[in-house]
């Protein structure tokens, strides 16, 4: 197998014009079966890698969800089926499963925790935080290898579930790495930024050609965006491509995305001239992703409405877009805080108090994250509890 640099300047020379998509640039440096971001065997997440996510900073997190899992699943009069998409290590689910074990042993035996992961080494990595989940968890695709010893009883060679769901699908932080076509307005027209390679130099550079992809200009008709001289946006139609997938087999509940991207009304601001790609590279943020490609991640704000819209478009209906800080709030995160007296500022309920501080504060991790909601025959009961400002009374009482 020919290595990332190598299978890029190959796919670049064998175009005529000496060029390829940023789109296809992206995907590469993510996704090569060997050298992509994600495929890599090395820490991605956390202290020892390059970024933070809300399950990294503490189980209250997912401790939260869970419980907000359980009162949905009870009101509904179902029993727990939660599938989330691109798992990374498996923290969140081992974090979650612990939860539910501890909310309600009878629930926590019954449900069924589905994850898609398409990284090998995640995959092995799932394993090691899942030992005690075996019968619960299901891979939709086979891991490769059991870093965890052998001591899963053979539980996860199952055939693929998903050619029908019907429960929670979760995401966290997925959206934002699928590939982006990239457009920019000049001189009056419209050109497509693609990337090719500079032999005498040696690096990746960018050109541009007239924007030929008929998706491209109906997608930004279809939101309404008319961008300015000057300016560049990130086109996400590989996004759209996956609501498409999910809704053939997602058959009802809901589909909670979790995502850091903007609303409508947030894309034409000054601050978003050039765009929304961010790299990220031993926790330093940059906007230059030809650079060490298959090193850094490279992500995009998502796209909140044109995710929405298609998935309404296929029969589901938006229940809410709504900030992180204030779903965290409405799933009860507050009811998760402990008294205690304890003075040792490392002392376990101490570290989740600060860590709940944390996640609902708008200057803290949750600050840039949105969860856009969605439905698809669930009943009004279920869909009462999405109710942004129910969280009022609990921080009241809690004394915020």
Same mark, same amino acid.
């Given at each position: 197998?020919? %290595?990332?640099?190598?299978?890029?300047?190959?796919?670049?020379?064998?175009?005529?014009?000496?060029?390829?998509?940023?789109? !296809?640039?992206?995907?590469?440096?993510?996704? &090569?079966?060997?050298?992509?971001?994600?495929?890599?065997?090395?820490?991605?997440?956390?202290?020892? %890698?390059?970024?933070?996510?809300?399950?990294?900073?503490?189980? +209250?997190?997912?401790?939260?969800?869970?419980? @907000?899992?359980?009162?949905?699943?009870?009101? =509904?009069?179902?029993?727990?089926?939660?599938?989330?998409?691109?798992?990374?290590?498996?923290?969140?689910?081992?974090?979650?499963?612990?939860?539910?074990?501890?909310?309600?042993?009878?629930?926590?035996?019954?449900?069924?925790?589905?994850?898609?992961?398409?990284?090998?080494?995640?995959?092995?990595?799932?394993?090691?935080?899942?030992?005690?989940?075996?019968?619960?968890?299901?891979?939709?695709?086979?891991?490769?290898?059991?870093?965890?010893?052998?001591?899963?009883?053979?539980?996860?060679?199952?055939?693929?579930?998903?050619?029908?769901?019907?429960?929670?699908?979760?995401?966290?932080?997925?959206?934002?790495?699928?590939?982006?076509?990239?457009?920019?307005?000049?001189?009056?027209?419209?050109?497509?930024?693609?990337?090719?390679?500079?032999?005498? &130099?040696?690096?990746?550079?960018?050109?541009?050609?007239? +924007?030929?992809?008929?998706?491209?200009?109906?997608?930004?008709?279809?939101?309404?965006?008319?961008?300015?001289? %000057?300016?560049?946006?990130?086109?996400?139609?590989?996004?759209?491509?996956?609501?498409?997938?999910?809704?053939?087999?997602?058959?009802?509940?809901? =589909?909670?995305?979790?995502?850091?991207?903007?609303? $409508? !009304?947030?894309?034409?601001?000054?601050?978003?001239?050039?765009?929304?790609? $961010?790299?990220?590279?031993?926790?330093?943020?940059?906007?230059?992703?030809?650079? &060490?490609?298959?090193?850094?991640?490279?992500?995009?704000?998502? &796209?909140?409405?044109?995710?929405?819209?298609?998935?309404?478009?296929?029969?589901?209906?938006?229940?809410?877009?709504?900030?992180?800080?204030?779903?965290?709030?409405?799933?009860?995160?507050?009811?998760?805080?402990?008294?205690?007296?304890?003075?040792?500022?490392?002392?376990?309920?101490?570290?989740?108090?600060?860590?709940?501080?944390?996640?609902?504060?708008?200057?803290?991790?949750?600050?840039? @994250?949105?969860?856009?909601?969605?439905?698809?025959?669930?009943?009004?009961?279920?869909? !009462?509890?999405?109710?942004?400002?129910?969280?009022?009374?609990?921080?009241?009482?809690?004394?915020?």
């Amino acid at each position: 197998m020919s %290595g990332l640099k190598e299978e890029l300047i190959s796919r670049i020379s064998a175009e005529p014009e000496k060029m390829i998509s940023f789109r !296809d640039y992206m995907d590469l440096c993510l996704y &090569h079966p060997r050298d992509g971001y994600y495929m890599q065997e090395r820490n991605k997440i956390g202290k020892q %890698g390059d970024y933070y996510t809300s399950s990294s900073v503490h189980p +209250v997190f997912a401790e939260t969800l869970a419980h @907000f899992v359980y009162k949905i699943c009870q009101t =509904w009069g179902t029993g727990i089926s939660f599938c989330e998409m691109g798992a990374g290590t498996g923290l969140f689910a081992g974090q979650f499963l612990d939860a539910l074990q501890d909310i309600d042993e009878e629930a926590y035996q019954s449900a069924r925790y589905i994850i898609i992961e398409k990284s090998p080494y995640h995959q092995k990595e799932q394993l090691k935080h899942l030992t005690e989940h075996t019968a619960q968890v299901i891979w939709a695709e086979e891991p490769v290898g059991n870093a965890a010893g052998d001591n899963t009883g053979g539980k996860h060679k199952v055939e693929n579930p998903l050619s029908s769901f019907a429960g929670i699908l979760f995401s966290n932080e997925l959206v934002d790495a699928f590939p982006v076509h990239m457009v920019e307005k000049k001189d009056g027209t419209l050109w497509e930024i693609c990337v090719g390679y500079d032999e005498v &130099h040696d690096r990746f550079v960018e050109h541009r050609r007239p +924007v030929e992809n008929e998706l491209i200009v109906a997608y930004l008709e279809d939101q309404g965006f008319s961008l300015a001289e %000057g300016w560049r946006m990130e086109i996400p139609l590989d996004a759209l491509i996956w609501v498409e997938e999910v809704s053939d087999w997602f058959q009802e509940g809901l =589909w909670l995305t979790f995502d850091y991207g903007l609303r $409508r !009304d947030q894309w034409e601001a000054p601050s978003y001239r050039q765009g929304t790609l $961010r790299c990220f590279y031993r926790h330093q943020v940059d906007d230059n992703p030809y650079e &060490h490609p298959g090193q850094k991640d490279i992500t995009a704000h998502v &796209h909140f409405e044109g995710l929405s819209q298609t998935a309404q478009r296929l029969g589901w209906k938006q229940v809410g877009l709504f900030p992180q800080v204030e779903f965290l709030l409405m799933a009860g995160i507050l009811d998760r805080l402990e008294e205690h007296q304890e003075t040792d500022p490392f002392h376990s309920k101490a570290k989740k108090n600060r860590a709940i501080r944390q996640l609902i504060s708008p200057e803290g991790i949750s600050g840039a @994250f949105q969860v856009l909601t969605l439905a698809k025959s669930v009943p009004d009961k279920v869909l !009462d509890l999405f109710q942004p400002f129910s969280f009022g009374l609990q921080m009241i009482k809690k004394g915020y």
